[in-house]
Structure formats: C-alpha cells, structure tokens
C-alpha cells in the first residue's frame, strides 16, 4: 500500500516526537539515585576527566539498556514476566536501595544544611505527596507531570549556575586530580553504572510501556540518556563554580565535597542573594520528587502484575491494595537514611551496592534478556555480592586500589555460568531425542475451518519453552460493532493447543490411540480489545502438573497494543473405552519432555538423570 510522501513523513515525525516525549522521565527517573550528588563530589574531587569518566559510563548503562530490550526478540512485557518469580525480591530492594540514596542525599546535603535540625516533618510531607502523585497518576500523565518538572527544575538550575558563576571566586576544577582511589574506583562504576539500570523496576515499566505503544525504546532511551547527561553537567558546571566549599569529613575519615553547593547557596542567602538557594531547593526537590513518585507508581505496577500471576494462598487473604503497596519499602528506606545522618555516613557506602552487591543479579538478567537460560541464584548471588560488599570498603578505605578493581569482579561470579553460555561455544551434549524436537520449529501448516475452506495460515512453533501461533484477524472474526467477537479468542487459543500438540506428539491417532485428552477446566483474562488486520500471537506453555493433571497457561498478544488476555486450562487424560481417569500417559511424557516447566521432575534441566527416568517410564 503506498502512502503519500508528506504523509508519511508527518506520520514519522510524530512518531520521533513521541519517543522524545518520554526524555524527560527517563532522564529524571535516573538522575537521583544514582547521580545527584555524586555528580557534585566527583567533579570537585577528580576534575573534570574524573567527572566524564563517571558520567559516560552512567549515561552508556542507561542507553544500552533501551538499546538491548528495542532489539530483543522478546517484548520487555514477556521478559518481565518470565523472570519476575525469580527476581521480585532482588527488585525489591534495588527500588529500597535506590530510595536511601535519595532520601539520605537530599536530607544530609540540601535540607539539613539549609533548613536546620528537626527538619524530618518537611521531608516526610515531601516524600508523602510524591507518593500520593505515583498513586494518583498512571505513567501516561506521569511523562506529562516530568516534562512540566525538567522545564522548571532546568530553569532553576541554569539561574542557580549563573548566579553563583557571576560571585564566586573560585578558579574552577582542574583537569585532573586522580589518585589511588580514583584508579580503583574506575571498575567500579564501570561495571556497576553499565549494569545498574537492569534492576530498576522504573525503566522496565517505560520499556514496556513504551514498546505497547508502539514506540522505540532504543531512540527514547537514547534521547532520555542524553537528558540525563545534561542534568549531570549542569550539577558539575556549578560545583566548579563554588568550589570544594563547605567540605566535610564523613565517619571514615575522608573528604566529602557533596554538600559544596549547598553551602554556597547558604553563604549567598546570607549575601543578600537568597534566590540561589529558593533555586537549588526546587531543583533538588524536582529531582527527589520525580524519583519517589516514579519508584511508587513502579513499584505498584511490579507488585499488582506480580500478584495477579500468583498462586499464593496466602496474598488471597491481603487486600490487593496493601499487598502491591510500595509503602513498605519507602518506610525502610526513611527509617535507614535517617539512621544515618547523624552518624555521619558518606554516600559512597549507599552508592557501593550498585557496583558490588546488585552486580551478579543484574548480569544474570541482561544475559537472560538477551537469550540464555536460567540460572540465577538469588541466595548465591547474595552471599558473593556482600562479599565483594566487604572487599570494597576495605579498598575504598585504606585505600587499596587493587581491592577495588576486583569487587565487582568477584559480584560476576555469580553469574558465570550464564555469561559462559552466552559468549562461549554451545554445548553439543544435548541427547538426541531432544534436539529433534525443535527441528520442527515454526513449521507452516493451513489450517480448515468448520466449512472446509482454507483460513489464514498462521506461522508457529516454540520460541523457549512458549509455544506461539502468529496470525491475522480479519472482517470474518469481528463482530457487529466492530471489534474481534469474544469467542474467537477461545478458538485461538484452542488452535495453538492443537498445533503444540501436533508439533510435540506427531504421530498421535485418534484411531488407535489408548487415552484421549479432556479439558477439565478453562479460564480467559480478557484485557484489550483488537481489530481487523492486527498481528496477534497465542501464547502456550505448560504451567505446572501433578500426577493426572496438567495446566497450560496462555496468552494473547497484539502487536500493536500488548497483553489482549491470559489464562490457564487444566487437562486430564482417561482411557478410551470407560473414561476413567489414567496417571500422565508416556507417550505424553515423552513428546512434551523438553517443555515441561524448569521445577519439574520430568524436566531436562532438573536433574541428568531425568531423562533416563522420564524414558523409561514411556
């Protein structure tokens, strides 16, 4: 179909400027955790090479993660649900992590130095209202409520500059002024700033918001990455201004220059210029703002997907409204910054589990992402994450840059075997009943209707242990008003039943077969609706099983619009000439071996010798 040409650009631009829209809450979901404050210590601390090397790795990490999940096969929404299970708990407190850093920079860098003692009353009325905004608004109204924020907190960061520019007398940062922890530190936030976006509960939620909409998440992200970049430099270009005025010495005995600009703008109220510091309160307030709020309406996205998919007895008995609430971790997160501000903390301390604790998790998930199975440990990764933990205040301290280099080194260990899988050669050791299964994979095969004339041909076969079924509705499967008729998704997911099976147990005759296959149960989700000539896939998987039962789960997705609905079925199996119920037949077992679900007995991965078991048994 052609389109005309200045249509087709219009059409173009208004997609680029979409994705732009979606800068600004990138760049500010970012910003705080990571980067505030720190932006302020390393530039007075190391110079200005000091500040690029931080900021280019920090700013890399953020756009190849949009990068990887824009070119992935799979939809962030698909990932995200595979590994939620697996690593909801390590989300958990990366988002915990996350807000102590937040919370401590702001209370012991910008309102204590400006406001005084007993100022935990603003700051919690602060940290309540940015809740109640990620509350109130979905993500949609959020990008719009950003947008609002950079303008204004952009604006006060570029008059707070040139304010304190026009009266300081401070000769500016060197070029340089590296020493020995300066080299051991360069691991570090190489590592743990390329890695650290991957366990941010906020960016997966703009991926896959993004990628339902249509949306590129590699061109968003790398305009939201070039945003963030410009937060960064302002905060750099005024501590040069300042200079390391107003240093203190954290409990470890070593300079801390974060607070420098906050003591400039004191020092300027007292100056008769008080606007500077009205200036840099709203810009780090912005900056705290944008990031509670993001880490709120996240984090509740996180945990309602999470305990819709969940077959916990025990979240039956919570209300859906406490059991996805983020509350709980924003009140850990006050409890240890305010701990901590007394007792004088530095903020490299609430920084270093980015580059040594969260290290070996994060590894494992861009692995998985990018295709490799799952091996993550949690309990593992823990134990070698605070060991690394260990290694790095030892380092940091004495300072011993040796140290240093290796902690986040020893953090990958935990996720060699997925990076070996990954880059190194494929393992050739697979039995041969095995490999011949996916040999049949996206096999094309006309399907007949009822009528006996030819439909769509869909294209299907396994994409991981997911069976998928492609095809395209058309005026034949909506209905009146104009939409796809309800029952329609029922016969789809039936059809992609049918086709797994025949893909997994080709030579099944019902003529002489000794069992046949009942559906004992059928559930569907309906989410969205869809349309004529939309690109939809059904999803099939085997979800779980005992003895005589099996359940699949499924899914339905629309290329265009994401998730359309889910459910689950549950088979049994009975002998063909009384029905009576029959344990999971062998020949099942063995058509369906290299797909049953990763914690199943009769699963490949679980044990070597399941497969010996699981043939001898059919």
């Given at each position: 179909?052609?389109?005309?040409?200045?249509?087709?650009?219009?059409?173009?631009?208004?997609?680029?400027?979409?994705?732009?829209?979606?800068?600004?809450?990138?760049?500010?979901?970012?910003?705080?955790?990571?980067?505030?404050?720190?932006?302020?210590?390393?530039?007075?601390?190391?110079?200005?090479?000091?500040?690029?090397?931080?900021?280019?790795?920090?700013?890399?990490?953020?756009?190849?993660?949009?990068?990887?999940?824009?070119?992935?096969?799979?939809?962030?929404?698909?990932?995200?649900?595979?590994?939620?299970?697996?690593?909801?708990?390590?989300?958990?407190?990366?988002?915990?992590?996350?807000?102590?850093?937040?919370?401590?920079?702001f209370?012991?860098?910008?309102?204590?130095?400006?406001?005084?003692?007993?100022?935990?009353?603003?700051?919690?009325?602060?940290?309540?209202?940015?809740?109640?905004?990620?509350?109130?608004?979905?993500?949609?109204?959020?990008?719009?409520?950003?947008?609002?924020?950079?303008i204004?907190?952009?604006?006060?960061?570029?008059?707070?500059?040139?304010?304190?520019?026009?009266t300081?007398?401070?000769?500016?940062?060197?070029?340089?002024?590296?020493?020995?922890?300066?080299?051991?530190?360069?691991?570090?936030?190489?590592?743990?700033?390329?890695?650290g976006?991957?366990?941010?509960?906020?960016?997966?939620?703009?991926?896959?918001?993004?990628?339902?909409?249509?949306?590129?998440?590699?061109?968003?992200?790398?305009?939201?990455?070039?945003?963030?970049?410009?937060?960064?430099?302002?905060?750099?270009?005024?501590?040069?201004a300042?200079?390391?005025?107003?240093?203190?010495?954290?409990?470890?005995?070593?300079?801390?220059?974060?607070g420098?600009?906050?003591?400039?703008t004191?020092?300027a109220?007292?100056?008769?210029?008080?606007?500077?510091?009205?200036?840099?309160?709203?810009?780090?307030?912005?900056?705290?703002?944008?990031?509670?709020?993001?880490?709120?309406?996240?984090?509740s996205?996180?945990?309602?997907?999470?305990?819709?998919?969940?077959?916990?007895?025990?979240?039956?008995?919570?209300?859906?409204?406490?059991?996805?609430?983020?509350?709980?971790?924003?009140?850990?997160?006050?409890?240890?910054?305010y701990?901590?501000?007394?007792?004088?903390?530095?903020?490299?301390?609430?920084?270093?589990?980015?580059?040594?604790?969260?290290?070996?998790?994060?590894?494992?998930l861009?692995?998985?992402?990018l295709?490799?199975?799952?091996r993550?440990?949690?309990?593992?990764?823990?134990?070698?994450?605070?060991?690394?933990?260990?290694?790095?205040?030892?380092?940091?301290?004495?300072?011993?840059?040796?140290?240093l280099?290796?902690?986040?080194?020893?953090?990958?260990?935990?996720?060699?075997?997925?990076?070996?899988?990954?880059?190194?050669?494929?393992?050739?050791?697979?039995?041969?009943?095995?490999?011949?299964?996916?040999?049949?994979?996206?096999?094309?095969?006309?399907?007949?209707?009822?009528?006996?004339?030819?439909?769509?041909?869909?294209?299907?076969?396994?994409?991981?242990?997911?069976?998928?079924?492609?095809?395209?509705?058309?005026?034949?499967?909506?209905?009146?008003?104009?939409?796809?008729?309800?029952?329609?998704?029922?016969?789809?997911?039936?059809?992609?039943?049918?086709?797994?099976?025949?893909?997994?147990?080709?030579?099944?005759?019902?003529?002489?077969?000794?069992?046949?296959?009942?559906?004992?149960?059928?559930?569907?989700?309906?989410?969205?609706?869809?349309?004529?000539?939309?690109?939809?896939?059904?999803?099939?998987?085997?979800?779980?099983?005992?003895?005589?039962?099996?359940?699949?789960?499924?899914?339905?997705?629309?290329?265009?619009?994401?998730?359309?609905?889910?459910?689950?079925?549950?088979?049994?199996?009975?002998?063909?000439?009384?029905?009576?119920?029959?344990?999971?037949?062998?020949e099942?077992?063995?058509?369906?071996?290299?797909y049953?679900?990763?914690?199943?007995?009769?699963?490949?991965?679980?044990?070597?010798?399941?497969?010996?078991?699981?043939?001898?048994?059919?």
């Amino acid at each position: 179909m052609l389109v005309w040409a200045p249509v087709r650009e219009k059409l173009d631009i208004m997609k680029f400027v979409r994705d732009l829209m979606w800068a600004p809450t990138i760049g500010l979901s970012w910003l705080w955790g990571l980067g505030f404050f720190y932006s302020i210590h390393v530039t007075l601390t190391y110079g200005w090479l000091g500040f690029f090397g931080f900021a280019i790795a920090n700013v890399g990490g953020l756009w190849l993660f949009g990068y990887i999940l824009g070119r992935t096969k799979r939809s962030p929404d698909q990932i995200i649900k595979d590994i939620e299970g697996r690593y909801a708990g390590v989300f958990l407190l990366f988002q915990m992590a996350a807000l102590v850093v937040t919370i401590f920079g702001f209370v012991a860098y910008l309102w204590q130095p400006i406001v005084g003692e007993g100022s935990g009353l603003g700051v919690a009325l602060l940290l309540l209202f940015a809740c109640a905004i990620g509350h109130a608004l979905p993500l949609q109204q959020l990008k719009l409520l950003h947008i609002v924020y950079t303008i204004i907190g952009v604006t006060a960061a570029v008059v707070l500059y040139l304010g304190l520019a026009k009266t300081s007398t401070y000769p500016g940062v060197p070029l340089q002024s590296f020493d020995a922890r300066f080299y051991g530190l360069i691991m570090p936030t190489l590592i743990g700033f390329l890695l650290g976006p991957w366990l941010d509960i906020q960016h997966w939620q703009r991926a896959v918001t993004i990628k339902r909409e249509g949306g590129n998440v590699g061109l968003a992200y790398g305009m939201g990455a070039l945003l963030f970049f410009s937060f960064l430099f302002l905060n750099a270009l005024t501590a040069s201004a300042v200079g390391p005025i107003g240093s203190i010495l954290s409990i470890d005995g070593l300079p801390s220059a974060q607070g420098a600009v906050s003591a400039a703008t004191v020092l300027a109220a007292e100056n008769g210029q008080p606007y500077l510091a009205i200036a840099f309160v709203i810009w780090t307030t912005i900056a705290m703002a944008s990031t509670v709020d993001s880490f709120y309406c996240a984090t509740s996205w996180f945990l309602k997907g999470k305990n819709l998919r969940s077959n916990s007895p025990l979240l039956a008995l919570i209300p859906d409204n406490i059991a996805s609430s983020p509350l709980w971790l924003l009140a850990g997160a006050t409890w240890v910054s305010y701990a901590a501000v007394p007792a004088n903390f530095s903020l490299m301390y609430f920084m270093m589990p980015f580059a040594t604790l969260f290290v070996s998790a994060s590894a494992n998930l861009v692995c998985e992402s990018l295709g490799a199975k799952a091996r993550f440990d949690p309990v593992l990764s823990f134990m070698i994450g605070c060991g690394s933990s260990l290694i790095f205040i030892i380092g940091y301290i004495e300072p011993i840059p040796g140290f240093l280099v290796i902690s986040p080194l020893i953090g990958l260990i935990g996720a060699l075997p997925v990076i070996i899988e990954l880059i190194g050669p494929r393992s050739k050791a697979i039995p041969v009943d095995i490999v011949d299964q996916p040999v049949r994979m996206m096999t094309s095969t006309p399907l007949m209707s009822a009528t006996g004339r030819e439909e769509t041909a869909p294209s299907h076969g396994f994409d991981g242990e997911w069976f998928v079924m492609q095809l395209v509705p058309t005026y034949d499967d909506t209905n009146s008003v104009g939409n796809v008729y309800f029952a329609n998704y029922v016969r789809w997911v039936g059809k992609a039943r049918e086709l797994f099976f025949n893909v997994c147990m080709p030579d099944f005759d019902l003529a002489t077969t000794r069992f046949y296959i009942l559906t004992r149960s059928f559930t569907h989700d309906y989410r969205r609706e869809s349309k004529e000539f939309e690109q939809v896939s059904v999803r099939i998987k085997i979800a779980r099983h005992n003895r005589k039962f099996v359940t699949l789960s499924h899914e339905i997705h629309s290329s265009s619009q994401g998730l359309l609905g889910h459910g689950e079925q549950s088979l049994m199996f009975v002998d063909r000439d009384n029905y009576n119920p029959l344990d999971i037949p062998g020949e099942v077992i063995k058509g369906f071996l290299p797909y049953w679900p990763k914690d199943s007995r009769l699963s490949p991965t679980y044990r070597p010798q399941t497969i010996e078991q699981s043939k001898r048994q059919a």
